[in-house]
């Protein structure tokens, strides 16, 4: 279930391919961190986060690097929470055919 009431706390990027992402909900009394290895370099410029809706926070990446990852997260395992946006996968296939 979601938790409302949460507030970004902080977003860094310990590494060039590391993400820690962490949330304050006050009325909850809970934080959650996320912890993400990604499967390349990022870039800090033109990297987006902010909280959504019922306690949903989104995170937008930039590559340091244009190219196609074969995934997102350096290790095979994933969150399980951790899902393809497959609409958007498929609206770009044809665009990042060109940096195979």
């Known amino acids: 279930p979601a938790t409302l009431g949460c507030e970004l706390e902080d977003v860094t990027f310990p590494k060039p391919n590391f993400v820690v ?7 909850s009394r809970k ?3 996320l912890k993400l290895e990604l499967f390349g370099d990022v870039q ?3 990297s987006t986060w902010s ?3 019922v306690g949903r926070a989104s995170l937008t990446i930039k590559k340091a690097a244009a190219g196609v990852w074969p995934r997102l997260l350096q290790g095979k395992a994933k ?3 951790l899902h ?5 996968k ?7 055919s060109n940096f195979s």
Not at 21 to 27: K, L
Not at 90 to 96: L, Q, T
């Open 90 to 96: 498929d609206r770009h296939d044809k665009e990042n």
């Open 79 to 81: 969150p399980g929470n």
């Open 21 to 27: 992402f962490a949330a304050n909900c006050p009325r």
């Open 31 to 33: 934080r959650f961190e």
């Open 44 to 46: 800090l410029e033109g």
């Open 51 to 53: 909280m959504q809706s």
């Open 84 to 88: 393809v946006w497959w609409t958007m």
